[in-house]
């Protein structure tokens, strides 16, 4: 046990001295939400060092919550997954994020933006259904962001992933979606409806017209959008 460790026998304290560390239970999170590789843990983690990553995953695989293994379908590829013991945390992650949903104010939540942590939200969270099944490419412009945070692009092509570029990727764009930081963070966590933002100007689709008047469908949202806001 680290010296600067609780030193009590209590299973919440143990539990804690595992898990509460800096930075854990947000890589606990992009793990449950299904990353498995390095780098893209590092995308859902966008203001933490990889040397600190590595580290915390170096400590999840020694408490026995973490593996490290080949990936299936890649020799020679790693991969991260949960165990036994780290799946157990997965409904604990979800009621944290649930009780901050409903109990941190929307004020605090919102003086947080952060445009890559929210298009590889949105990135992962796409419903490929609804959309035409051929390549779709979809621009995100933020028009309130300095030059590193204002474009992003997704790439939707039957039979891949999702793409998220922070680049552009030099196909023709379908749909462009823009809007400011603040506004897309709102709808993403159902504060805002789209047909609000969109009436009073804050949301502009151009393009696509399919694209567009399906959005509600394919751009899906937070897993907590639908959590009760409370006043503390």
Not at 25 to 35: A, P
Not at 75 to 84: D, I, S, W
Not at 216 to 224: D, E, G, T, V, Y
Request: some cysteine.
């Amino acid at each position: 046990m680290s010296e600067t460790g609780y030193n009590q026998f209590c299973p919440v304290s143990m539990a804690a001295e595992i898990i509460c560390s800096r930075w854990t239970l947000l890589v606990l999170r992009e793990l449950v939400l299904g990353s498995t590789r390095f780098n893209e843990l590092r995308r859902g983690l966008p203001g933490m060092s990889p040397a600190l990553l590595s580290k915390r995953l170096k400590d999840l695989e020694a408490a026995g919550i973490v593996r490290h293994v080949s990936a299936e379908r890649e020799p020679g590829v790693l991969e991260y997954r949960l165990t036994e013991a780290g799946n157990e945390l997965r409904p604990i992650i979800e009621a944290i994020g649930v009780w901050g949903h409903r109990w941190v104010t929307t004020e605090a939540t919102l003086k947080a933006l952060d445009a890559n942590l929210l298009m590889w939200d949105i990135r992962r969270n796409i419903d490929t259904d609804p959309m035409p099944p051929r390549r779709n490419t979809i621009e995100f412009i933020f028009n309130d962001r300095p030059s590193p945070e204002r474009n992003y692009w997704l790439i939707v092509e039957p039979g891949h992933e999702v793409d998220l570029c922070l680049v552009d990727p030099g196909f023709d764009v379908d749909l462009y979606v823009s809007t400011d930081l603040r506004t897309m963070t709102e709808i993403w966590l159902g504060y805002a409806s789209i047909g609000a933002v969109s009436d009073d100007g804050r949301l502009v689709l151009t393009g696509n017209r399919k694209l567009a008047a399906d959005l509600r469908a394919w751009l899906k949202l937070s897993a907590f959008a639908n959590v009760e806001k409370q006043v503390a």
